[in-house]
């Protein structure tokens, strides 16, 4: 390890002890600034490219059956993922296990330019870096041909690699809370993927990537009938003891794996007739695990070696590692919230799921893609944009068990709401506009902010959809400047920031807070790239933006509201000189893996 002098100096300034204060700390050292990208190696170090697998050598590998999009389980349609009790429960098997991995985290294609090769995945990732590792504890399950055991998913294989093996009591009784047939998923973060290019900003990226993996992977426990929550009463001591990420011996001289969350999935039972959501919650869902469980499980038998990734890492970047330890959750909250078991049908004359797309879910998860470049032409109607910006709507007013789905995989109260720069959205002026995601918030919101800024609701927004027109004028040029100069962010339809409720959530909940605005910035950006393909368009999510240049604009001065990730969504333009190749076009020229 060495560091390099290329690299501009960190601000020389001391470390604050309060959580809170280090990790605000953070996130000031790793802005954007006009004059000042956040601190990086400012080349890349392709000697020491990550290696995007990460296998633990001497584990068993269960493959997964490699599935055609039409066999069984073939996806519902993209329409009924969102309306609760539309798709029919799936039975838990190797089959629906590989359907909900495929959707969640497997590979999506192979893209080639002369000799070089890389895989997309059906989660995004910020520079395609693919920090997120995911793993599965599963019990015992009549019809489930897997042994009770902790498996880390392998994605180039469509595998599952067994860490620790089970004996089946210790595990049912983990589960024992949960509804029948409930297995635990849970993601980590190899920080260093990320720091290898993005330097300090890398812990950001790391966190929206978990996000956009809690999205897929909802949405991939949807298309089956399963429900899923997180398990965020957990601590992450407990998380680490789970997925095996504090065995030192298993990561010695290797990058470590951060422990980010744990979710419980579970197919619902049969449905018992007509409901609209919250009425029907009837099972009180621990958001946290027995701890005497936990430990009698992290007695089982442990397989594999993690391998190395680079060869050298010719730079380490502390303030990473201090984020991750100020962020650390150390306490463990016997959080329980009410859920439906049963599976009342949401009917479809509900207007959040007027249908705009016949395409199944399948379809568009596979189809899903970030959009390189946009044609500064394709226009939406503004019909389409109301469309999208209902699905991420949490309905606030719901307890979060009820809310409409990926917003019932999210114990929290929202804290993300949306500054829009809408370019070319048919019946809508070009402007600036504002989605106010719970009501309870507008205040806020409009206290953070300039206030000479209009706040007329947005023509022909619906009643219900709190959408406001700020100001009129043409931003295609100022969204792309503040978006490190992105063209993206102006050759679209429309682009906007996330912008978080920061300093207050933080000061209130815990510096534990921190990584989770970026998950529930990630898991909204997923639906958005989703929404996007339904409606026949195409989504980025933008990580590289110039922070305080954007609250400038609507006059946020202070830390009340930050913007932490941003988006655009418009015509897209294919790169034609990529060759695609299908994702596990390397296993079938083997023949691997076909068949249960
Ligand atoms: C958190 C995050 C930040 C991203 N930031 C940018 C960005 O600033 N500019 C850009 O062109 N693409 C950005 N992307 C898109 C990624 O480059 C893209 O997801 C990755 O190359 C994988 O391709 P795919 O999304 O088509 O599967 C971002 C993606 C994520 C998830």
Known sequence: MGTDDRIPPA???????????????????????????????????????????RRFGGSELVPLPLLKPDEDPAGPSYEAIYRRGAVPSQPVTLRTV??????????????????????????????????????????????????????????????????????????????????????????????WREAWKYGERAFRYCNHDVGHAIGTARVAAATLGWNMVLLDGAAQNTVALV???????????????????????????????????????????????????VKD????????????????????????????????KTQEETRILRFPLNAAVIPSSDPL??????????????????????????AISAATLFRMLR?????????????????????????????????????????LYFLVRDNEKIDFVRQSMNPELNWVPAPGAPDDLPFYWLLEGDAKRLSAQVSCHQDIAGDSAFSFGMLAEFEGVLRARGAWWYPRFFWEAGLLGQIMYLEAEAAGVRATGIGCFFDDPVHEIVGITGLRLQSLYHFTIGGPVEDRRLMTLPPYFHKQATGEGRGE
């Not at 920090?131 to 994605?155: C, F, S």
């Not at 449905?271 to 469980?293: I, K, Q, T, V």
């Not at 799921?353 to 394709?378: C, E, L, M, N, Y």
């Open 243 to 293: 997925l095996g990420t504090n065995r030192a011996e298993d990561f010695a001289d290797v990058e470590p794996e951060h422990p980010d969350c744990l979710a419980v999935i579970w197919p619902s039972s049969p449905a018992r007739g007509e409901g609209r959501g919250g009425s029907d919650l009837n099972y009180e869902m621990p958001l946290f695990l027995d701890p005497g469980a």
């Open 98 to 191: 590989s359907r909900f991995f495929e959707f969640a985290l497997a590979l999506s294609a192979w893209k080639k330019a002369g000799e070089s090769a890389w895989a997309l995945r059906s989660n995004p990732s910020s520079g395609n870096l693919h920090p997120t590792e995911g793993y599965a504890v599963v019990p015992r399950i009549e019809g489930l041909d897997l042994k009770p055991g902790l498996y880390h998913y392998a994605p180039k294989e469509h595998g599952l690699e067994i860490r620790a093996a089970y004996l089946p009591e210790p595990v049912a009784q983990l589960l024992a809370p949960f509804p029948p047939g409930a297995f635990l998923f849970g993601l980590t973060s190899v920080h």
């Open 11 to 53: 601000v020389p300034e001391s470390v604050p002890a309060d959580p809170v204060d280090r990790v605000i700390h953070y996130h000031i050292q790793t802005k954007h600034r006009f004059n000042r990208y956040s601190r990086s190696l400012g080349y890349l170090d392709w000697a020491n490219q990550p290696d995007p697998f």
């Open 391 to 431: 699905r991420v709507m949490p309905c606030a007013d719901r307890e979060p068990g009820a809310r409409p789905m990926p917003w019932d995989v999210w114990p929290y109260e929202p804290a993300i709401h949306l500054m829009m720069f809408v370019h070319r959205v048919e019946g809508l002026a070009p402007g």
């Open 297 to 328: 499980l992290a007695g089982g038998s442990w397989q594999g070696r993690a391998n190395r990734l680079s060869r050298e890492h010719v730079v380490h970047w502390d303030i990473i590692d201090e984020a991750a330890e100020a962020s650390w």
């Open 353 to 378: 799921h007027a249908s705009r797309t016949s395409s199944d879910a399948g379809t568009i998860i596979r189809q899903r893609r970030s959009a390189v470049a946009f044609d500064g032409k394709t």
